[in-house]
């Protein structure tokens, strides 16, 4: 930059052999007295040295010599002032480059430096250059430092010190200097020519807002140095950072040109503190729905507490993080914390602990476990004041007062704080757990969380973790799950890969590796597709965990072409605080379609689907078994279904609309079929026909409908002749209820293709 070529400005002084009359004896002001009439002075035509010079004498405490033109002052622009001067008799003075310096009003600045460097005359007749640098940035070599109120200035010298002493000036010289410090000023705006200091005390903002609207499209620069800003900042603008902001947690940091992780570390720093200036502007915002890291990595030591970091509890705004790693540092708070404490649990009030000792020491996001508490009961809120608990979900049993243990598990990105966080979506990150952390806790209300081609690395105890309703329409999409127990024995590994509490979960295309269990799902209507979840083990007749345990007795629910590998689907009840059958449904509105279930080297008694009832009289309607392919290798297993009768039992005589058709066996003993076609041959003569299911019905389920029976050829009595009545049906026949009778008017003999269900039509 040249202000003479932008500005067609003249900022040449002229030289003194063109006369005094320009020159001032005091400020430089119109009106102020000039040279052409002062008597201690005197141009001198013929000095050998400067070929035409001002003689001066110095006659007061401070000589001042100013041009009388008013040059302006340009943020940005650094000028400066140079002479030759030598003493010629007396005792010589010292010297300096000076100003009057005003406002855009011309009101002088008098708190703003208006002398440069004073340079002492120490012998006669040798030649010495005083000069300074003036502008409005603290930069390297700039003399005088003006801020940007200064506008307007007059330039010349101050001679101070001892009078009487005799000087020769010759012709001041004035030149923009600014290409010094700038290569190209009309790309670049520098916050410290707008006053900032960089020196980690001062508050820069003023002179960051004043930079940042004097760059316009232009860059704005942020040299090296620490620049404290105090509160909030945007910059909408490009900007390059050499220097580091220095900020309080609650000062804001807008980034809209370049709204990167990079970006955010090179202001801050490092990249924890790049991170969550970042995310916290994120929620900020309204120019961006996505805070990209750029394939960025960030070691966390402690949690993201996003709530805290946000500021406030409620966010329904669609905002996306995306594209980097969380990595949990070697070193970190990551540690569990355990308590224990007596309360109270009334099934009346289901979702409610009362009476909790020293409650305030129990952390809201604490998993629950004891007496009747079933998996993956979490702390949704706490009154301390009351000395209430809020769950997740009621207890199964444990009505009382008892000891219940309260872990707490840390998260990379904890969620918990928000009553409601809605519309949240991590893509295509990476959670790099390394067993030491959890990854990601949700709110505790919201709906619309969701999780694409993300990465859960070794989580040391959860994956996803719902603490209440904020997992309302949870999607999960194509996302890989690798657990930290992978050596362990199936039945010994404890980590979950994602718990629901609330409907309309999506959980599609992800791949989970040996966890305890895939999901813990409560909530109804969802969507489980397309899946690879697998839990195995390298032991002999291996004991197999849940892949995916469904909570809710109702569920309106489809499993649709997933890999089901070495682990089961169970179907509980164990969130009901009453959970003996007193009304409305019971186990059903389950569609499982299409799947490939695998397993090897399992015990015989292993089991694809299991039902697993608390209390009595729980029955099974609305439950969908079709064109799956069920396969073991190596080891035979009995049945691909059961009922764990640990903590209760079905109700044979209440199955409604339960099918189990067009599924492929390999490697099962009993093929499970409802409606079961059984081909009888009655090669005797006997008027009732004993037909044996063969341990074909779901969950051992009782011979409850026989809807066809076929003779196929002829039906014959002791005569050989043909006989042409037709049997009658007796059905929930011997030991077990799963055989029918076909009972005929005299004793016949032939086959029969019997087909029989284990439930009723209506």
């Known amino acids: 930059m040249n202000m003479a070529v932008t500005q067609g400005l003249d900022l040449m002084p002229s030289p003194f052999a063109a006369g005094l009359d320009v020159w001032s004896q005091t400020t430089g002001r119109p009106g102020t007295p000039t040279y052409d009439s002062a008597a201690f002075a005197a141009f001198v035509p013929s000095d ?17 010599l100013r041009w009388m033109v008013e040059l302006p002052i340009t943020p940005g622009a650094y000028l400066r002032v140079r002479a030759r ?140 140095g620490t620049f404290r800003i105090d509160s909030d900042l945007t910059i909408p603008g490009p900007v390059t950072f050499r220097g ?29 503190a790049g991170f969550r200036k970042g995310l916290q502007a994120l929620f900020y915002t309204n120019q961006h729905i996505a805070f990209d890291m750029m394939g960025g990595r960030v070691n966390l030591t402690a949690p993201i507490d996003l709530r805290s970091l946000v500021g406030f509890d409620n966010a329904n705004v669609h905002l996306v993080l995306q594209n980097g790693q969380l990595r949990a540092a070697d070193v970190g708070d990551w540690d569990t914390v355990t308590t224990t404490r007596i309360a109270t649990y009334n099934p009346s009030n289901r979702f409610l602990l009362s009476g909790v000792s020293n409650v305030a020491g129990v952390p809201v996001g604490a998993r629950v ?76 209300g919201g709906s619309i969380a969701r999780f694409t081609d993300c990465d859960f690395d070794r989580p040391k105890d959860r994956g996803i973790t719902s603490i209440g309703r904020g997992c309302q329409g949870l999607t999960v999409d194509r996302c890989q799950f690798a657990s930290s127990q992978m050596t362990l024995r199936a039945q010994d590994r404890t980590v979950i890969a994602f718990n629901t509490n609330n409907n309309d979960a999506k959980i599609r295309n992800n791949r989970a590796v040996l966890w305890a269990h895939f999901g813990v799902m409560g909530g109804t209507g969802h969507i489980i597709t397309g899946n690879h979840f697998f839990a195995g083990d390298d032991e002999a007749q291996g004991i197999r965990q849940a892949g995916l345990v469904l909570t809710d007795v109702n ?57 697993r009832p608390l209390g009595s009289g729980q029955f099974v309607q609305g439950l969908h078994v079709s064109g799956n ?73 009782w011979a409850r409908t026989v809807s066809s029976v076929v003779m196929e050829g002829r039906a014959q009595d002791a005569s050989n002749a043909t006989r042409y009545e037709m049997p009658y ?31 009723r039509p209506l």
Request: net charge negative.
């Open 244 to 272: 580091t902001l220095a900020m309080p947690d609650s000062a804001l940091l807008i980034l809209h040109h370049d709204f990167t992780l990079p970006a955010y570390e090179a202001a801050l720093g490092n990249d924890v």
């Open 369 to 444: 476990s004891g007496v009747g508490v079933g998996r993956e009961v979490y702390v949704r809120a706490r009154n301390t004041a009351a000395g209430t608990l809020t769950l997740s979900q009621p207890l199964h049993g444990g009505a009382g007062t008892q000891n219940f243990t309260f872990e707490r598990y840390q998260y990379l990105l904890d969620c918990s704080g928000f009553s409601n966080l809605s519309n949240f979506e991590c893509r295509d990150l990476e959670f790099l757990c390394r067993g030491r952390s959890s990854a990601v806790i949700l709110a505790e």
């Open 629 to 701: 392919v069920f396969r073991t290798v190596g080891n035979r297993i009995d049945r691909v279904d059961a009922v764990d009768t640990t903590f209760g039992s079905l109700d044979y005589t209440r199955f409604r609309n339960v099918i189990f058709d067009n599924n492929a066996y390999n490697g099962v003993d009993y093929p499970t079929e409802s409606p079961c076609v059984v081909l009888h041959d009655q090669n005797t003569d006997a008027t009732t026909w004993v037909v044996d299911t063969g341990d074909k019905l779901p969950f051992g389920g």
């Open 85 to 224: 001067v030598k003493g010629m008799a007396g005792v010589l003075p010292d010297v300096a480059v000076a100003a009057w310096v005003g406002n855009q009003g011309g009101t002088e600045l008098t708190a703003l430096p208006a002398t440069g460097p004073a340079t002492a005359l120490t012998s006669y007749g040798e030649i010495v250059e005083v000069s300074a640098i003036i502008g409005t940035g603290a930069r390297a070599g700039v003399d005088m430092v003006w801020n940007t109120d200064a506008r307007r200035a007059h330039f010349g010298l101050d001679l101070t010190g001892p009078t009487g002493g005799i000087i020769r000036i010759d012709d001041i010289i004035i030149e923009d200097v600014t290409n010094a410090y700038s290569a190209d000023l009309l790309g670049v705006v520098d916050v410290l020519d707008y006053g900032a200091k960089g020196d980690g005390t001062t508050d820069d903002h003023a002179a960051f807002l004043a930079a940042i609207s004097a760059a316009g499209a232009r860059r704005l620069l942020v040299p090296e």
């Open 48 to 64: 050998p040295d400067f070929d035409g010079c001002l003689e001066v004498q110095k006659v007061s405490a401070t000589t001042r």
């Open 729 to 759: 049906v007796e059905i929930t026949q011997g030991p077990n209820s799963d055989r029918v009778n076909l009972r005929w008017p005299a004793a016949t003999r032939g086959r029969a293709v019997v087909t029989v269900r284990v439930d």
């Open 555 to 611: 569920l309106k629910t489809t499993i649709t072409g997933n890999y089901i590998d070495n682990c089961f689907i169970e179907l509980s009840n164990e969130y009901a605080p009453e959970p003996n059958f007193s009304g409305g449904f019971s186990f059903g509105g389950l569609t499982v379609t299409g799947n490939i279930f695998i397993a090897s080297g399992v015990a015989p008694w292993f089991n694809w689907i299991v039902l």
